[in-house]
């Protein structure tokens, strides 16, 4: 993390790349960024547009039902406990296509992209934070359906479940906000997108929450990112001991996945989420995904929701 307030003190662009728990960093700046690294924030992309020429197969393999219904009744537990009210419940499923890390990656339709050196790649529909004039963004998505059912916007906004679920992530982010900075306010609460998922199209629910820094955030970005880490989108409420029960539960290393990555453009700041994953592991392909789970939780619909994100945006 040093590396990044050195690199925003010198007002120098840098891309970075963040794992879950920080235990991995990747910081380097733009002008000598490795050749097989390749991104997209928004408008700003340092490869070309390509259009998919080659049909294309996804074979998903999950985890048996009654195991993730296992994990999900000891959250439940927990929940019961007091532990946690909220809870990002994560497992990577080995998949199968005929594509490449790189040709998916091209391929896929997404606002926020990352392709790291053949080892994974994410395609994120999810904003992390903007900083902009010493303003800071944040935009916690809860809430998905899909776009083709009747009155679908209707439903996700009336579904307590998910409305609860959205307003504890609310809520931690401001939070969160409130450690680095001043004046939080939440300016849009519950607007819904469009995504692309495949053959499907998605509707998800964000918020939008804003908050005013110092004039010298630039000279301490590494410590505030820190601090705003794990994202609380993809961890939980209250968050250190959702953590801790998320190291306890879940049966592999997140890693990279649900990390975030961005780019400093030499005055603001731009990240997403790294939701959305694929990575290789000794030439096979895994899909990592999840959902939140809350008392109200369904263990046929949680499981159903997770193998559902495993699709590719082409």
Sequence with gaps: ????????RQREPFLFVLSYDLKKTHVQSLKNLDDDIFFKIGQQRNYPREVRKTEYYLKKHPLDFKEYKNSLDTILEEIRSGNTYLLNLTFKTPIETNLSLKEIFTYAKAKYKLYFKDQFICFSPEKFIEIEDNIISTYPMKGTIEA?????????????????????????????????????????????????????????????????????????????????????SITGTPKRSTVNIIDHIENYNRDFYTG???????NNL???????????????????????????????????????KIYLPL
């Design 148 to 232: 083709s059912l009747p009155n679908a916007k209707e439903k996700i906004l009336a579904d307590e479940k998910e409305m609860a679920e959205h307003v504890m992530i609310v809520d931690l982010m401001r939070n969160d906000l409130g450690i680095i900075a001043k004046n939080i306010k939440v300016e849009k609460f519950r607007y819904v997108e469009k995504i692309i998922a495949g053959d499907k199209e998605l509707l998800q629910v964000s918020s939008k929450i804003t908050a005013k820094l110092s004039d010298e955030w630039r000279d301490n970005l590494g410590e505030l990112l820190k601090k705003l880490l794990p994202a609380g």
């Design 1 to 8: 993390m040093d590396k990044i307030t050195e690199l925003a």
């Design 260 to 266: 975030v990555f961005g780019i400093f453009d030499g």
């Design 270 to 308: 731009y990240s997403a989420v790294m939701i959305r994953f694929i990575e290789k592991e000794d030439e096979k392909l895994y899909y990592k995904s999840g959902g939140g789970i809350t008392i109200d939780s369904n263990a046929k619909s949680e499981y159903n929701e997770l193998i559902d």
